[in-house]
């Protein structure tokens, strides 16, 4: 998600441990806008990534999961791309959420009828009953107002196997019987805490930053597998970060209209 003009957040797992990011680029754009012509990419909307400004990707002393990288692009976007507005507030659960992102390496899919299920006392992910697949991690989990609340950073099994049709298939779930346990999406707020704790120069993320939402007192214990696909990034990838940010407003709008966006 373009956070500010030269940054982009994502999930932490998507970016190299070692943080190295020169082979990495930034692709805006991905998305089907007329079903009738194919997907074109202008070169501006394809950046270079020039540093990780900060990254987590562990379970801290205090047993939070943190997934989260920001990256700083080669050059600032065009005035036609607004960075996303961040939540003052995490949504509750019970709220309506709406996660935009490019599942299974797809176009970008807007997916409005999500609900988060559960909120960890301790701050540090929420989950959500959202069509996420492989890929989806980084996306941008979006409260009711459109604003920026979460990053899908973990999911449950996307395809599972049918021997007697010989191919995987879609993995259908009628019902979600444990929300601890479901699609997971980190919070925002420990990003930018972090990114303006390092000195970062951002008047617009940085100037009244958010107030960190995790608890002081630890988590309680959890799997540290619990939630884990078998991978949602592409480490070995070149481009394999991507956001459709341009169209946010035109989605909220259709949104708050009652047309639906897939």
């Not at 990534?49 to 990707?57: D, G, I, L, N």
């Not at 919070?187 to 100037?207: E, H, K, M, N, Q």
């Not at 939630?227 to 990034?233: P, Q, Y």
Request: aromatic share 4%; with cysteine; net charge negative.
């Amino acid at each position: 998600m373009l956070i500010d003009d030269q940054l982009v957040l994502t999930a932490g797992h998507c970016t190299p441990d070692d943080g190295a990011c020169d082979d990495q680029r930034i692709v805006f754009d991905h998305a089907i806008t007329d079903p009738s012509q194919p997907v074109a990419i202008d070169a501006d909307a394809v950046h270079r990534c020039r540093s990780v400004a900060v990254r987590a990707h562990d379970i801290d002393a205090g047993g939070h999961r943190r997934d989260y990288a920001v990256i700083e692009l080669d050059r600032p976007v065009g005035s036609a791309r607004r960075p996303a507005e961040l939540s003052g507030a995490p949504p509750p659960a019970g709220s309506d959420v709406t996660v935009i992102g490019c599942p299974s390496g797809l176009p970008a899919k807007v997916d409005p009828g999500p609900q988060l299920l559960y909120a960890r006392p301790c701050g540090d992910h929420f989950t959500l009953d959202s069509d996420t697949f492989e890929a989806t991690s980084g996306s941008g989990v979006f409260d009711d107002r459109g604003q920026l609340a979460g990053l899908f950073v973990r999911g449950g099994i996307d395809y599972e196997f049918v021997p007697d049709r010989g191919c995987a298939v879609v993995r259908r779930i009628a019902d979600v019987t444990d929300p601890t346990q479901a699609e997971q999406a980190g919070y925002v707020t420990p990003a930018i805490t972090a990114l303006c704790a390092s000195g970062w120069p951002s008047a617009r993320l940085c100037a009244a930053a958010p107030a960190p939402i995790e608890d002081a007192a630890s988590c309680p214990p959890e799997d540290p597998a619990a939630g884990e696909t078998s991978g949602g990034c592409d480490p070995t990838s070149s481009v394999r970060l991507r956001s459709a940010f341009l169209m946010l407003p035109r989605v909220f709008r259709m949104l708050r209209h009652g047309r639906p966006q897939t």
